[in-house]
Nanobody
Framework: QVQLAESGGGLVQAGGSLRLLCAAS????????LGWYRQAPGKQREFVAA???????NYAASVKGRFTISRDNTKNTVDLRMDNLKPEDTSVYFC??????WGQGTQVTVSS
């Protein structure tokens, strides 16, 4: 059973930065897609960013230019660097491996 563990969430003021880390319990070298999603209270889970095995990235329009996703196949981790954070970025952020596995989530709160 693959496990994904997110960390790095917290409380930050608007305009600040956070870096989320997702650690996988297995090798990600051959994993096709690693992604980040988020879910705010009362809302559906939404796509944030993804990176494929070649390093190609894709971002939601709302975070493009502010967030950066990267992966380290040697450490089995995927990062999400979040800059210029806005109150509307407040959510629980989840890591996803392909379409099969989810992490437990980490809370990000951005105060105005």
């Amino acid at each position: 059973q693959v496990q994904l563990a997110e960390s790095g969430g917290g409380l930050v003021q608007a305009g600040g930065s956070l870096r989320l880390l997702c650690a996988a319990s297995t090798s990600i070298f051959e994993v096709s897609v690693l992604g980040w999603y988020r879910q705010a209270p009362g809302k559906q889970r939404e796509f944030v960013a993804a990176i494929d095995a070649r390093g190609n990235t894709n971002y939601a329009a709302s975070v493009k230019g502010r967030f950066t996703i990267s992966r380290d196949n040697t450490k089995n981790t995927v990062d999400l660097r979040m800059d210029n954070l806005k109150p509307e970025d407040t959510s629980v952020y989840f890591c996803r491996m392909n379409s099969a596995y989810w992490g437990q989530g980490t809370q990000v709160t951005v105060s105005s």
